[in-house]
């Protein structure tokens, strides 16, 4: 594949002080960070942190009430073909007559008016997009009757067909097991390099990116930590996120997040009495 | 051949008519069916069918053909369940069912207007459950021409519906309008529901639209060939469902006869049922292996 790629390290992304409120309520509060080509970013936070709206505001379908999103240099707004999306929770009927290949389609030219005509263009592109992404396999199986990785696998390609700049994905590793979870972000972080994309990816889990985040976005309560893993994953910084304190846990090469005494969150339950023995 | 075929059907203009008419409706429901039922909008063209009944029982009043209340109240009900539904969560559902209550009330009333003032007292049966025999062969052009509109529409917006249709999240990232695909769908829904009234009546036009949409869906991987093989699955059940009526006249001595869109109904559910039969699905573990 040879992609407009733009050289590793500069920004395609910059979020500047975002701000968005829904109806009154506080949902991002001056978020800042950046992504930048060939880098993998993850956005971490818990359900409700604000991670879809943010993806919303890059994609230009939510407004802010502050601040400044740029993309490739210019705000954002819909109809922006430099950004692919893989949405949440797309749900396929077993009986929806679409092939993988189908859906990869729907990529290049699912905007447009009429019928697709067949072109040798058209096939060689969702032919390579499937290669890269390695749907190759199940290409002309139904979409409906793939496994969750499987067609986590089809919707990156059809994200990706178009040769977009930027990767949005939200939690798509949701419902995966570790193994599936694993060589998904394996394919994105091998697509990011290769093709010099930026992939800002949404998860509530921040193990399974560790092998291969370049950056970190760190969501908690609509406000957001951002910078290298080392710089981010740090009692102190995520302690004045949340607002009390929290440990960080580093144990085997995997990070535990741990709400402290006198949390909010998720505390641990308090030690049962171990009964005497003899 | 002849206890199969019973005397005369071929050469009888009634017959003719409904052959021609029930063939282009099928191919019509097909196409729009198939998409109504990706996109979980059986419960709009049920309700598409009350509003055509009010629509139809209303043209009879005012001594024009059926056929044009069933089509133009259904485009008016079609346009009325957008402005009620857009930008509210679950305002579809919500929508239908207003415009549902709506037309039904609507629908007893001219119905009644009709068999009181009109003295036509099989009006209602015709409405409601169809006749094709008694449609008049000068409204074939005009049933072509509703249809090819309706397939028009469908084949215009083919991309983005179908993308819509999959996730409204994947085709708005794509820059799909959604409110307009939304609504030039349901223009061609209201039309095909229309017309699927005229061979079934309006109150089991929805059988015609979803029952071979169905069966093709299971059997089809890709939406062009359930649209073929819905085709076929409904020009047949309506074919066989006419002959069947025609031949009921001759089942017993008092030449009564059974009701076309009875057969055609039964025909339809009785090909959803075998599609269920397991050889005859598209495969499971059939197309993950090639």
């Known amino acids: 594949m040879t992609g407009l790629s733009a050289p590793p390290g500069d920004d395609v992304l910059r979020v500047d002080g975002a701000s968005v409120s829904l109806s009154g309520r506080l949902v991002l509060d001056r978020v800042t960070f950046r992504v930048a080509a060939g880098e993998f970013t993850g956005l971490i936070g818990s359900n409700g942190a604000g991670k879809t709206t943010l993806l919303r505001v890059i994609l230009g379908l939510q407004p802010t009430s502050a601040g400044e999103v740029s993309v490739l240099g210019a705000p954002a707004s819909r109809r922006n073909h430099v950004i692919g999306y893989v949405p949440q929770k797309v749900l396929f009927e077993p009986e929806t007559p679409m092939r993988a290949r189908d859906l990869v389609a729907l990529g290049i030219d699912g905007h447009r008016f009429g019928v697709p005509l067949r072109a040798r263009r058209r096939r060689q592109l969702v032919d390579d997009m499937l290669h890269a992404v390695g749907a190759d396999r199940f290409a002309d199986a139904r979409i409906g009757h793939l496994s969750g990785g499987e067609q986590q696998r089809v919707l990156i390609a059809h994200a990706l067909v178009s040769r977009p700049r930027i990767l949005l994905l939200d939690e798509p590793l949701a419902n995966l097991d570790p193994g599936g979870a694993q060589e998904i972000v394996t394919v994105l972080h091998r697509i990011a390099v290769h093709e010099g994309i930026g992939i800002l990816l949404s998860a509530h889990e921040i193990n399974p990116l560790l092998p291969v985040m370049d950056r970190i976005v760190y969501l908690a309560g609509g406000r957001a930590a951002s910078g290298t893993t080392a710089e981010v994953v740090r009692t102190e910084v995520l302690s004045a996120l949340y607002g009390h304190h929290v440990d960080v846990i580093r144990i085997h090469g995997r990070v535990l997040v741990v709400a402290g005494p006198g949390g909010q969150g998720e505390q641990a339950p308090p030690v049962a009495p171990v009964p005497e023995v003899g | ?290």
Request: proline share 3%; glycine share 12%; aromatic share 8%.
């Open chain 2, 1 to 290: 051949m002849h206890w199969i075929v019973e005397p005369g059907f071929f050469s009888s203009p009634p017959v003719r008519v409904a052959l021609v008419i029930g063939a282009v409706v099928a191919v019509v429901s097909a196409v729009v069916g198939v998409f109504t039922v990706m996109r979980s909008q059986s419960f709009a063209g049920h309700t598409l069918t009350d509003v055509s009944t009010a629509g139809g029982a209303g043209a009879v009043l005012v001594g024009i053909s059926p056929l044009f209340g069933f089509v133009g109240s259904g485009l008016v009900g079609a346009g009325a369940m957008d402005v009620i539904g857009v930008q509210r969560a679950r305002g579809r559902d919500l929508a239908t069912g207003i415009v549902l209550g709506a037309a039904t009330g609507l629908a007893a009333l001219f119905l009644y207007l009709d068999t009181t003032t009109r003295a036509t007292t099989g009006v209602t049966q015709q409405i409601l459950f169809g006749s094709i025999f008694t449609v008049d062969s000068s409204l074939i052009p005009v049933v072509v021409v509703f249809g090819a509109l309706s397939v028009a529409i469908i084949l215009a917006v083919y991309r983005p519906l179908l993308l819509s249709s999959i996730s409204a999240d994947m085709a708005v990232a794509r820059g799909v309008a959604l409110r307009p695909v939304g609504l030039l769908f349901m223009a061609a829904l209201a039309v095909s529901v229309g017309l699927a009234a005229l061979v079934v009546g309006s109150i089991l036009s929805t059988a015609l639209l979803i029952g071979p949409a169905a069966t093709a869906l299971r059997m089809a991987a890709r939406v062009g060939w359930a649209m073929v093989v819905a085709g076929a699955l409904g020009v047949g059940a309506t074919w066989l469902g006419i002959l069947l009526s025609y031949d009921s006249f001759y089942w017993d001595a008092s030449h009564q006869g059974l009701p076309v869109s009875f057969f055609i109904v039964a025909v339809v559910v009785v090909l959803y049922l075998l599609s269920g039969l397991p050889r005859l699905r598209s495969g499971r573990a059939g197309d993950r292996v090639r």
